[in-house]
């Protein structure tokens, strides 16, 4: 669950396996797992807006929102930097 409660609406994170960024219309971040796994990603939305996209390494993928979350699977593969990012328009 990626849920910032920071003062600001702009900030990144990064460390050599993990990487979250967000902006006021777009969050985005990589997983470099070190094993092959399926994650079920919750993530806070910038903003709530009815034109929400959710990219896998660069693919547009099925998702739902619950309570200003957006929710979506993703496969990641071991040493494999697995990218995200969900644009709100």
Not at 39 to 52: D, Y
Not at 68 to 89: D, H
Request: proline share 6%; net charge positive; hydrophobic share 40%.
């Amino acid at each position: 669950i990626i849920n910032p409660a920071f003062p600001f609406n702009t900030f990144t994170w990064e460390s050599n396996r993990i990487k979250i960024s967000y902006s006021p219309n777009r969050v985005s971040g990589f997983i470099k797992a070190s094993g092959n796994d399926v994650v079920k990603m919750t993530v806070k939305l910038p903003q709530m807006t009815k034109n929400t996209v959710v990219k896998v390494n660069g693919k547009t993928i099925p998702f739902k929102v619950e309570n200003e979350f957006a929710i979506f699977q993703m496969k990641l593969s071991v040493n494999k930097a697995s990218n995200w990012e969900i644009i709100c328009n």
